[in-house]
């Protein structure tokens, strides 16, 4: 079975420094990995993917993942929080014998000015 | 605009009630997923549908049911519903050849 830990249910982090959000996975097959925020009250917006090809994964809005395969983890990074990163953000798991995605229980990203 | 658009944006019904929510895909993805999304069991798949055909089932209820039409709309019915059932309900779509799943912004079901 396939799942995911998002590490911290909560992260505060002041504007310009850096994020990181951990996730680690569980699967049995080579994993895709996604990140996905979700503002408040909005739908949610794929931040990047990662499926087996370079294990360093660049996304939207200045976000990147790494995949270390050895340590199971897919966390997510930004040099530099901007007060609009705050959101809540996603890691998920899906794998080539499924479609569906598998969420993690979310992490909160405060930015304080 | 994502390209998935999901109708009604709020919704507000009673106990034992029936309702649809739909969905139209992104314009080329034939697969249409469900999630629902609650305060106390996260974001949990409910079904997917693949060029009309279910593709695979999640948690989702007996009281809930799903279909996928032939222009690709897709349909969940959400009967006897209970105050449990409030939730934000989304939809995505998918073309699986580059892996991308597009949300729609959801559907916000409060059972009063």
């Known amino acids: 079975a396939q799942s995911v830990t998002q590490l911290d249910s909560h992260v505060s982090v002041s504007e310009g420094t850096p994020v990181l959000l951990r996730c680690n996975y569980s699967?049995?097959?080579?994993?895709?990995l996604f990140w996905y925020v979700q503002h408040p009250n909005k739908g949610l917006q794929l931040l990047l993917k990662?499926?087996?090809?370079?294990?360093l994964v660049k996304g939207i809005n200045g976000f990147e993942a790494e995949f270390k395969k050895s340590e199971t983890s897919f966390h997510l990074t930004k040099p530099s929080a901007h007060m609009s990163d705050a959101a809540e953000y996603f890691c998920?798991?899906?794998?080539?014998?499924?479609?569906?995605?598998?969420f993690g229980t979310g992490t909160r990203l405060q930015v304080f000015p | 605009d994502s390209g998935v658009t999901q109708t009604p944006k709020h919704l507000i019904t009673a106990t034992g009630q029936r309702v649809t929510l739909r969905c139209s895909p992104r314009?080329?993805?034939?697969?249409v997923y469900w999630y629902q999304q609650s305060l106390d069991q996260g974001l949990q798949f409910l079904i997917q549908?693949?060029?009309?055909?279910?593709?695979a089932k999640g948690n989702i209820l007996e009281r809930f049911s799903a279909q996928q039409f032939p222009d690709l709309h897709s349909e969940l019915n959400l009967s006897s519903l209970e105050l449990g059932d409030s939730a934000l309900y989304f939809c995505?779509?998918?073309?699986?050849?580059?892996?991308?799943?597009?949300f729609g912004s959801g559907t916000r079901l409060t059972v009063v």
């Open positions: 995505a779509s998918s073309d699986r050849q580059n892996y991308g799943y597009t």
């Open positions: 699967s049995s097959y080579s994993p895709s």
């Open positions: 990662y499926t087996s090809a370079a294990t």
């Open positions: 998920v798991v899906s794998g080539p014998n499924t479609d569906k995605l598998i």
């Open positions: 314009s080329g993805d034939l697969s």
């Open positions: 549908y693949y060029n009309g055909e279910e593709r």
